[in-house]
């Protein structure tokens, strides 16, 4: 992964992995045969219990346990940055001290939904969880659509100031947001796209890498487009993301990982099943679906 990408603690291709679920029950055997799958594929980190992965809706033993399976079942051989957010900045820093505790690379802490807290009300919190680690590394999640408030440009500069914070997964959809924060905060803030569709084009803008849902199903196409990117082959990434966009799109046609969980299913990785509010995805999305696999190559 050398070339026009700069050396950072993370980059790359990282897979959102999805928590498989088995007849109300996590589903560890294919946790694990996606985990092996994934690394085997090229992916170059995975991020579990994310907002693909369910957290809502997992109990904090479960939580714990998906951690723990991903820390040990990678072994070392990819970065795991461990979802550990909350809106309960307590809870928040509970979850970040077990996934430093187990051996995750990093963590990723969302910004707080439901609450709508100040650009401050932010800051503290970020901060509050960041000064209950020891060494284990921060990475922001920015995702407005469901977290309601953004945090903005000048509140990411003063939480990269903190030596735990050191990264963003920007889930914005703002492309041209990589270049504003490296003109403000510098190279060495970890940049990582939060959102599929434009997630090629925020490597062109300065960004580091990706947090992908759609990395779950084609996982050697992501990492391949990342590397061509990084390496300088520009014309190759995008022939990739070109014949991604089908998945980019087809995959959010409901609530997400809803899309992801059918399309994982129709490739014999897990089942579909998913945890009330949510529920399977409409025969109109699975027509949607299953179109944008065979467009992709997948099916």
Known sequence: M?????????????????????NGQVDTDSLRKLINWQIEQGIHGLVPVGTTGESPTLSHEEHDKVIEITVAEAARRVPVIAGAGSNNTSEAIRLAKHAEHVGADAVLIVSPYYNKPTQQGLIAHFKAIADQLSEVPIIVYDIPGRSVVKIEDNTLAELSAHKHIIGIKDATGDAARPARLCNLIGDDFCQLSGDDATAFSYLA??????????????????????????????????????????????????ASPGPVKYAAERLGICNSEVRLPLVPISSDARRVVDNALDFAGLL
């Open 205 to 254: 803008s300065g960004g580091h890498g990706m947090i992908s849902v759609v990395s779950n199903i084609a996982p050697k196409l992501y990492s391949d487009m990342f590397n061509a990117f990084a390496s300088g082959d520009i014309k190759v990434g995008m022939a990739i993301n070109k014949r991604l966009m089908s998945l980019h799109d087809g995959l959010f046609c409901e």
């Open 2 to 22: 050398a070339g026009i990408i700069p050396e950072l603690p993370f980059k790359g291709a990282f897979t959102a992995l999805i928590t498989p679920f088995k």
